[in-house]
C-alpha cells in the first residue's frame, strides 16, 4: 500500500475481449503496469462506462482487481452485477465473514493509534498544525503533548487501514499529518498516497470542483519538485518514480472538468524536461499517445513545441505509433493529406476506447481537422468548398461557414471565390522595405568577414614576397 511501500510495476491480470480495432487502440493493459490498484479499478470502471467492451468481460476484470483490495462495497457491487444477486445476504459466506473481520480490525485500533489520533486532536495541536507556527519536523514540537517516535507507524497503519477500505478523504489527512510529523522516507511514500487519495477521493472537504482539482495539481507538483532532491535513489529508482508520476498524471491533466487549453501542461511537463522525455523513451514511449493529444487539444501552444513533438515522434517511431502520432507525422512530415484523414478517422476509434481521451473526443477531432485544412490552405492556392464539405459530412454552406470561420482563427490571407465554389489563398508579397531590411540584415557580419578575408589574403602575399 502507499503508505508505507511504492507499487513496484506490475501486470494486472485482467481480460478484456472485443475487436480486433479495440485491442489494437486500448492501452489499459499498459498503463496498468503503472498504476496503484485502486487507480487501476478507476480506470476500468470508467472503461465500462464507455461501453465498448462486453459488460460481463469487464465486471469480470474490475473483480480481479478488486479481489486483494478492502474495497468491499466496491467489491460486493460488481460481485452481486457480475452473479446476478440482489439481496447482499446471499453473498458467499467466506466474503461476509473476510469484511467482518476486517471491520472488527479497524474498529480496535492499537494503543498507539488510539493515542496518536488523541494527540491530533488536541486543541493546541490542531492550531499549530493550521498555523504552521513551528520549526523543523512537527514531531520534535509535540513531545511536550506525549508524542513518542512509535506512534510514526500507528500513524502510517491507520492511514494504510483508511486507504485500502475506500475512505480516501480521512486516508489524505492521517498522511497529510504523517508527512508534518517527520520528513524521512515514510514522507515521502505517503505523498504518494495523498497523491493517489485527491485522484480517488470526490470530496475531500472543500465545495468547489476547482479546489478539488487544484489540491490534485499541488500535491503531483510537490512530488515533481522533491523527486530530484532524493540523492538516495538510484538511477533505475528516479526512472521508475518519473514513469509512476507521468502515468499518475495522467488522472489529473485529462480530468474532464479541465479546460482543454491546459492541457497544454502535458506537453510542459512531459517535453520540456529533459529528465520526463529521456524516462518516457526509455520505459513508456505509449504515453506519446496523450503528449500529441495534448498538444492538438491545447491547439500547440508554439511552433517549437510542435517542431519538438513531431522530432520525439519520429525518433520513437519504432518502439510506439498509433494513429495520432501517424497523423502527427503524414500531416506535417510528408504531407500526405489522404492518410491524415484516414489517420483522423482511427483518431475516433482511439478515442472510444481511451478513458482519458474520451472525454475531449469533439475537441481532439475538431482541432485536428482544423490542422489538417489549415496546413493543407497554406501549401495550396486554392481548396474546393465541394471537397471540405464532404470530409466534413456536411452541405457546402456548412462547410463554406466552417472555413471562413478557420481562416479568421489562423493567419491564413484568403478570399471565397467569384462563383463560390473554392476558397482563394493570397500569398501577399512583402514589401520593399521587409526586403531591403532582410538583405542587409547581416551585412554587418559578411563585410567583417570579407575583410577578414581580404587581409589574409595580404598577408599570405606578404609572406611569400619575403621568402
Keep these: 500500500i502507499l503508505a508505507l511501500t511504492l507499487p513496484q510495476p506490475h501486470f494486472y491480470f485482467f481480460t478484456l475481449s472485443g475487436t480486433a480495432a479495440m485491442s489494437e487502440f486500448d492501452l489499459s493493459h499498459k498503463l496498468a503496469q503503472f498504476l ?7 480506470m476500468l470502471t470508467s472503461l465500462k462506462a464507455l461501453n465498448v467492451y462486453n459488460e460481463k468481460d469487464m465486471l469480470k476484470s474490475i473483480y480481479e482487481v478488486l479481489e486483494p483490495t478492502q474495497l468491499w462495497d466496491a467489491k460486493f457491487s460488481v460481485y452481486m452485477e457480475m452473479s446476478g444477486i440482489t439481496d447482499a445476504a446471499k453473498l ?5 465473514k473476510a469484511r467482518e473481520e476486517f471491520e472488527d480490525e479497524q474498529s480496535n485500533p492499537s494503543q498507539d493509534a488510539q493515542e496518536v489520533v488523541a494527540l491530533l486532536q488536541n486543541e493546541d495541536v490542531v492550531r499549530k498544525i ?9 514531531a520534535e ?9 512509535e506512534m510514526l507507524d500507528a500513524l502510517s497503519s491507520l492511514a494504510k487501514d483508511s486507504f485500502e477500505s475506500g475512505q480516501y478523504e480521512q486516508a489524505n489527512l492521517l498522511l497529510y499529518n504523517r508527512r508534518l510529523l517527520k520528513d ?12 493517489v487519495c485527491t485522484i480517488m477521493s470526490d470530496e475531500l472537504g472543500v465545495s468547489e470542483e476547482a479546489d478539488k482539482l487544484s489540491q490534485r495539481e499541488e500535491t503531483l507538483e510537490l512530488i515533481g519538485k522533491l523527486l530530484p532532491a532524493r540523492a538516495s535513489m538510484s538511477h533505475l529508482q528516479r526512472l521508475q518514480n518519473l514513469t509512476w508520476l507521468m502515468h499518475w498524471s495522467l488522472f489529473v491533466f485529462f480530468d474532464k472538468e479541465k ?29 506519446l499517445r496523450y503528449v500529441v493529444a495534448a498538444g492538438i487539444i491545447s491547439r500547440m501552444p508554439s511552433d517549437k513545441s510542435l517542431r519538438h513533438l513531431i522530432t520525439v515522434v519520429k525518433n520513437e517511431a519504432s518502439s510506439y505509433s498509433d494513429p495520432l502520432t501517424k497523423l502527427l507525422i503524414s500531416l506535417y512530415e510528408d504531407f500526405d493529406f489522404s492518410a491524415a484523414h484516414a489517420h483522423l478517422a482511427d483518431c475516433s476509434k482511439v478515442c472510444d476506447v481511451d478513458v482519458f481521451l474520451n472525454p475531449f473526443k469533439d475537441v481532439l477531432i475538431d482541432n485536428a481537422r482544423r490542422m489538417i485544412y489549415t496546413v493543407y490552405c497554406r501549401i495550396h492556392n486554392s481548396v474546393s468548398i465541394s471537397s471540405v464539405a464532404e470530409s466534413l459530412g456536411t452541405s457546402e454552406v456548412e462547410a463554406e461557414k466552417w472555413i471562413v470561420n478557420l481562416v479568421r482563427e489562423s493567419t491564413l490571407d484568403a478570399r471565397i471565390s467569384d462563383d463560390g465554389t473554392s476558397v482563394l489563398m493570397t500569398r501577399p508579397s ?31 602575399r606578404r609572406h611569400h614576397g619575403r621568402s
Design 130 to 138: 493550521q498555523e504552521r507556527s513551528f520549526k523543523g519536523e512537527l
Design 259 to 287: 479546460d482543454p487549453a491546459s492541457l497544454s501542461q502535458v506537453l510542459e511537463k512531459f517535453m520540456q524536461s529533459a529528465e520526463n522525455l529521456s524516462a518516457l523513451q526509455t520505459a513508456a514511449p505509449h504515453l
Design 184 to 195: 524521512d522516507e515514510g514522507s515521502w511514500q505517503a505523498l504518494w498516497g495523498q497523491l
Design 430 to 460: 512583402p514589401s520593399t522595405y521587409e526586403q531591403v531590411i532582410q538583405k542587409t540584415q547581416r551585412i554587418v557580419i559578411k563585410t567583417r568577414y570579407l575583410r577578414d578575408n581580404v587581409d589574409r589574403s595580404a598577408s599570405s
Design 141 to 149: 514540537e509535540l513531545k511536550e503533548f506525549g508524542f513518542k517516535p
Design 92 to 96: 458467499p459466506a467466506g466474503m461476509l
Design 36 to 42: 496503484d490498484r485502486h487507480l487501476v479499478v478507476r
